[in-house]
């Protein structure tokens, strides 16, 4: 692999949606391939974006099967290294990254955790049909890469999908509702994703942008655990509306809950509030309330951090038997006590967008 088809691969790595008018060839002051490892010498236009132009290098190259360890150094620009005799002046907190509004769709969702575990892509899939329910268009992404969940929920396993005339895919559509998941391109569901982290940024973009969504009030983004490259991908190039944290009512879970909840206020997404699942189980003979995992410590997490609750979702095993099947508990049981939760959270979460 030659220095120029490297270099070439750069061009095709745009600057822009950090605010920068150029592409990253342009920033490459030296370069030079040993083998199997890359050494460059970067400009850095400004101080702040290290970090991002190390991540858009590796994702530039990510697919460079020739370079397999990359060094990246970086100068400074000349303003920078020059004192300034004129008295420092304090910078106003602007944003390093420039946030893109995906075209058409007005408000974007995310459903997250700290850990895996808790019910997060059953509390997504049924929170998008709930907001369906109560009237909005709404599109439901499986953003969870490494484990995709959303096929078997909505009876979609095996689905593909299509690219059309304008090379947009087109996702699937399930009880009249949008529907994308890394799921539908991989050749069955044993297939394992073995991903970095650039590629799965790269991914991640193209599932929002390079997507026939059309006109939604509402798109629903199940993450996956955990608060890693996804998480902090999408705060600094979506613009995301808001962060619903699910936990279920034991220490472990809330543990990992708070640190997903002070990632996201970190990046400054509006946390709109706490989805508490697996709260409860209702006797079926009695109708007596049995609280199997201890109850008020989310009460206690959801006042600590000045959050709402909205809404605690019994344990119901036929949720688990009909998602297994396909058929969300929205769809299949209308009635249910786990239904009317769902639509009292939908109602909330629609309130809070206005």
Known sequence: ????????????????????????????????????????????????????????????????????????????????????QQKPQIPLQQPMFTKRKVPGVRHIVV??????????STVSANLALALKKIGYKVGLLDADIYGPSIPTMLGLKGQRVTV??????????????????????????????IWRGPMLMK???????????????????????????????????????GAIVVTTPQ??????????TSMFKEVQIPVLGVVENMAYFVCPETGKRYYIFGKGRTAEFAAAYNLKILGSIPIDPEVAE?????????????????????????????????
Do not use: C, H, Y
Not at 43 to 57: I, S, Y
Not at 214 to 235: E, H, K, Y
């Open 1 to 84: 692999m030659a220095v120029k088809d490297i270099m070439d691969a750069l061009k095709n790595e745009s600057l822009q949606d950090i605010g920068l008018d150029k592409n990253l060839a342009q920033l490459v002051k030296d370069i030079k391939l040993v083998g199997e490892e890359l050494n460059v010498l970067l400009e850095l236009p400004k101080a702040g974006l290290e970090d991002v132009l190390r991540t858009k290098l590796e994702q530039a190259l990510s697919e460079v099967k020739e370079v397999k360890r990359i060094n990246v150094r970086f100068s400074k620009t000349p303003d920078q290294s020059a004192p300034s």
């Open 111 to 120: 459903v997250g955790s700290g850990k895996g575990g808790v019910g997060k």
């Open 164 to 193: 059309n005339e304008r090379n947009k895919i087109v996702p699937a559509e399930k009880f009249d509702m949008k529907v994308l998941s890394i799921g539908f391109m991989l050749p069955s569901e044993d297939t394992p994703v």
């Open 203 to 241: 991914a991640l973009t193209q599932f929002l942008f390079d997507v026939e969504w059309g006109d939604l009030d509402f798109l629903v983004m199940d993450l996956p655990p955990g608060t890693g490259d996804v998480q902090l991908t999408l705060a600094q190039n979506v613009e995301i509306s």
């Open 251 to 260: 220490d472990v879970a809330l543990a990992d809950v708070r640190k997903a």
């Open 322 to 354: 009909r998602s297994d099947q396909g058929e969300p508990v929205v769809v299949s049981r209308p009635d249910s006590e786990v239904s009317r939760a769902f639509i009292g959270i939908a109602k909330l979460v629609a309130q809070q967008l206005g």
